[in-house]
């Protein structure tokens, strides 16, 4: 299917599904049918859209409650609110985004001593195991830039139980290719195939599981022979300490009540679904791909990024009739905003990952002077609290959530 990084793209993706988004969703979801021109009919793949923040969950949810009620569309819903769910995760444990990237950095070095491990995950990535689901998947993921979640689930544990594979080079693998590349999905989806998310508790692919599962392929069912289906759980020596969450109250008119920049960056790259309290005077627009891996991300990612910024900063400076310039990579961010005279930054919430690592050594000072404006959406105010454990705390907690954010109350 054609991913294109716009709103209306976005827009036209939700609308085109959205009859698919109740009962035949919960039904359907899990079997990987392949990729499709006019895109998959039972699941949304509107994840790269609501990564760049060019449509947000509030939206999707608020379609697809009137489109079917809370009853009907209680699965998609669910799975919607596991993305909420492990942001506000990896918030209360940002110190699992550091410790990937200090892990994936070992295990990147330690290729450089061990020439089998190197040909090992060359094959791996070039779709050249034996394991033809595993292959095709390989494939796909660098060919569409997208992968059904089943195929991720299966994938990942291939990689880490039958290949032995260093968990954290798949899951950069994932980032540097997925055009929905989300550092708390990503990251806490491969620790919980893993079994490190819930100790104990790993996945492992079965062959009749992933043939079941993926005979409506052009090809047909998928083979998996010689899968690991005894592997332990990984372990690893520590536990993350979950911190309190800090977060920003709801915008006032006044906290912006002089002339301000509008900052878009990977993860909200337009403003509509930002709901601004006024007009800003510059926007800003930031996009780091590049920042996702030290390894090379791929054309379809990247592009996807830039492309949203790109359109993001076009529409908002026509929607505010205000200019908008390019904060470029490598450059500081306080001479444009010197340049046009204005003092203060309303930021979209930047969630732990390479986006915020990207982008806060430049917002830090400001922030400290008191320049920054945080937005945060009520929905991720009033969900990540929630997000201390297992999904099951913020999963009973859905009906209230969504009334008490009015989402799907049309009467
Ligand atoms: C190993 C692994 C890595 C993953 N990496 C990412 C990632 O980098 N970025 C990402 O957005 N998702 C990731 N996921 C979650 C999930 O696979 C994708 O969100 C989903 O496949 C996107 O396709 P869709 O939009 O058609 O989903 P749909 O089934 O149509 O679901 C609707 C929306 O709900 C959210 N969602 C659905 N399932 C999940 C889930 N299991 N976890 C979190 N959110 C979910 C997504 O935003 C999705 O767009 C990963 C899952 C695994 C197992």
Not at 352 to 359: E, I, K, P, S
Request: glycine share 8%; proline share 7%.
């Amino acid at each position: 299917m054609q991913f294109t990084p716009t709103r209306a793209a976005a827009l036209d993706r939700l609308a085109q599904f959205l009859p698919a988004a109740g009962r035949r969703y919960a039904e359907t979801r899990n079997a990987d049918d392949g990729p499709q021109p006019g895109g998959r009919g039972n699941v949304s793949q509107l994840s790269p859209w609501l990564h760049a923040g060019l449509l947000d969950e509030r939206e999707v949810l608020d379609a697809v409650l009137s489109a079917h009620g809370p009853r009907a569309a209680e699965k998609f819903i669910a799975e919607v609110f596991w993305r909420i769910y492990f942001k506000g995760y990896l918030e209360q444990r940002a110190a699992i985004w550091d410790d990937y990237r200090k892990g994936r950095d070992a295990a990147l070095a330690a290729l450089e001593a061990n020439a089998g491990l190197r040909r090992a995950l060359a094959e791996a990535v070039a779709g050249r195991t034996g394991i033809e689901a595993f292959d095709v998947w390989a494939r796909e993921l660098q060919e569409t830039g997208y992968l059904h979640n089943h195929a991720r689930m299966w994938f990942a544990s291939i990689w880490i139980f039958t290949l032995k594979l260093d968990w954290r080079l798949g899951a950069d693998l994932f980032l540097r290719h997925l055009m929905d590349a989300d550092a708390a999905s990503n990251t806490l989806s491969w620790r919980w195939v893993a079994g490190l998310h819930t100790k104990g508790k790993h996945y492992l692919a079965r062959a009749d599981n992933i043939a079941r599962y993926t005979a409506g392929r052009p090809e047909g069912a998928l083979a998996a022979a010689r899968l690991a289906l005894d592997a332990a759980p990984l372990t690893e020596p520590h536990d993350f300490a979950r911190q309190r969450l800090d977060l920003p109250g709801p915008v006032r008119p006044e906290d912006l009540a002089q002339p301000f920049a509008l900052l878009l960056h990977d993860e909200a790259a337009h403003h509509a679904p930002l709901a601004l309290p006024r007009p800003p005077a510059l926007v800003i627009g930031a996009s780091r791909p590049d920042a996702r891996s030290p390894g090379a991300v791929g054309t379809l990612a990247a592009d996807f990024a830039r492309g949203a910024i790109a359109g993001g900063m076009a529409e908002a400076a026509a929607a505010f009739a205000c200019p908008a310039v390019a904060w470029r990579d490598g450059e500081p961010l306080a001479p444009l905003l010197a340049e046009a005279g204005i003092a203060r930054v309303a930021v979209p919430y930047l969630p732990a990952g390479w986006t915020r690592d990207a982008l806060w050594p430049d917002l830090a000072p400001l922030a400290a002077a008191g320049r920054v404006v945080t937005l945060l959406g009520d929905l991720e105010r009033a969900t990540w609290p929630l997000a201390k454990a297992g999904f099951f705390g913020v999963a009973k907690a859905i009906d209230g959530l969504l009334a008490e954010c009015g989402i799907g109350a049309h009467g």
